[in-house]
């Protein structure tokens, strides 16, 4: 077997990153920008910076073990009652960020062509079941070309306007500086962060990567669709062991590790730049304009400011952050119920099981700014459950043998764990208080 070039290993984490680049995102940083100006800046920076170490340990966890991080915590929680409730907490923090994907898809389409809430929620929502029979008839590499093609628009259209109207760059070095200004800017802060951190690409890293370098894995992916009307259990499978992987692969496992550092580099650093330039041209243009802490309200700014390009660009990048996320994250949940629960579900049936809620959302006429907001800092409270065991697991020498993490890297975990649960308890602290 020929040995496959450093390129071709590459892909996975630009998959996952597209967790990076979803609605999410661009409500929670361009709320930040034209609220608060270059206040939280911070944020995103030491966001994109612990994603790396947590996307990293993931993809680590897919490679080696040949098992996602689902299917790991299903083996190691013997207590059946127990893994049922940590489904259920990953589960309703899928759901959240299937309301922050189908509402920015809606939105976009809303803004694009005129096409009503509710029924661009659907669209957006079909779209994503034809990503994902792509996905899982076509194989990880099919999948991962279409996504890639979705990213490339995403960041076109995300950054265009910070070249055609730049912040100050005093302003964005002054953003570097840690510190909140009110209660608004703390939860604003868990919002980045929880669309920055997102559980379910933690979920999904996981199993892009055992997806791609499992030998025999990509015709089981968990998104296979099942002719079956109820769940078929899926019999648990004892992981290979990784000389086993290797020998398969005809890759080293050191070497495919090496290549994931750069697959993981190079899609923090374009999320990170996306993210960063979408919060700075709020910051720039639109902070003290009236109405602009809404997604219309920052088009029709954008478009009345700066042009009619800049905002056509903003809502097209904003429809294939919709796109691509919401089938990423329909995977990501669809890998949640095979590795905790056991159990495989037609497609059709997943898919509608997180995209009934939004479109719920959408019909009774929710603020859907706000909506993608607060689905945030949902997504903010399950990040301590899947990032504290993902460090536990890949500490462990049992699981990971020679590969497992070095003290520097558990401790760098760790300081990321606490770091995120403590700003998760300070803002459930000032919600309970009404401060």
Not at 110 to 117: D, E, H, I, K
Not at 149 to 163: H, W
């Amino acid at each position: 077997m020929s040995t496959p070039r450093a390129a071709w290993l590459l892909g996975p984490a630009l998959v996952a990153g597209v967790a990076y680049l979803d609605p999410g995102n661009v409500a929670s940083n361009m709320t930040a920008g034209a609220v608060y100006g270059y206040l939280l800046v911070w944020v995103v920076v030491l966001g994109n910076v612990m994603a790396w170490l947590i996307q990293y340990l993931s993809a680590k966890l897919g490679i080696v073990t040949g098992q996602s991080l689902p299917e790991t915590l299903g083996r190691r929680i013997r207590n059946p009652w127990a893994r049922r409730a940590y489904w259920l907490q990953a589960e309703l923090v899928a759901m959240a960020t299937d309301i922050a994907e189908v509402i920015g898809g809606a939105v976009a389409l809303y803004l694009l062509f005129g096409v009503p809430l509710v029924w661009g929620g659907a669209l957006t929502g079909a779209v994503s079941i034809v990503l994902l029979l792509v996905q899982s008839r076509r194989g990880a590499k099919s999948f991962e070309f279409v996504v890639i093609g979705l990213i490339a628009i995403i960041a076109i259209g995300f950054t265009f306007g910070v070249f055609i109207a730049p912040p100050d760059p005093a302003g964005v070095l002054g953003g570097m500086v840690p510190r909140f200004d009110d209660t608004g800017s703390v939860l604003l802060a868990a919002s980045i962060l929880g669309a920055t951190i997102m559980p379910h690409a933690i979920y999904a890293h996981s199993a892009l990567a055992r997806d791609r370098f499992t030998p025999g894995r990509a015709a089981r992916t968990p998104v296979e669709p099942s002719p079956a009307a109820t769940p078929a259990r899926t019999e648990v499978r004892m992981p290979l062991q990784e000389p086993q992987l290797a020998e398969l692969r005809g890759i080293s496992t050191s070497r495919l590790l090496r290549a994931t550092k750069w697959d993981v580099t190079i899609a923090m650093a374009i999320a990170g730049t996306v993210n960063l330039c979408i919060l700075l041209l709020a910051a720039a243009n639109l902070a003290g304009v009236p109405a602009t802490d809404s997604l219309e309200g920052a088009y029709a700014a954008l478009r009345d400011g700066i042009g009619p390009v800049v905002a056509t660009l903003f809502a097209v990048g904003l429809l294939a952050s919709g796109l691509a996320s919401t089938s990423v994250g329909a995977y990501a949940g669809a890998e949640i119920m095979h590795g905790l629960l056991r159990v495989r579900v037609p497609l059709l049936a997943r898919r509608l099981v997180t995209l009934v809620p939004a479109l719920v959302i959408l019909a009774i006429g929710f603020d859907p700014t706000l909506a993608l907001v607060l689905s945030q800092v949902v997504l903010s409270f399950g990040i301590p459950f899947a990032l504290v065991p993902l460090v536990a697991v890949t500490a462990n020498r049992e699981v990971l043998g020679e590969f497992r993490n070095r003290l520097m890297t558990t401790l760098a975990g760790v300081a990321a764990s606490i770091f995120l649960i403590a700003l998760n308890a300070i803002l459930l602290w000032l919600v309970l208080t009404g401060a």
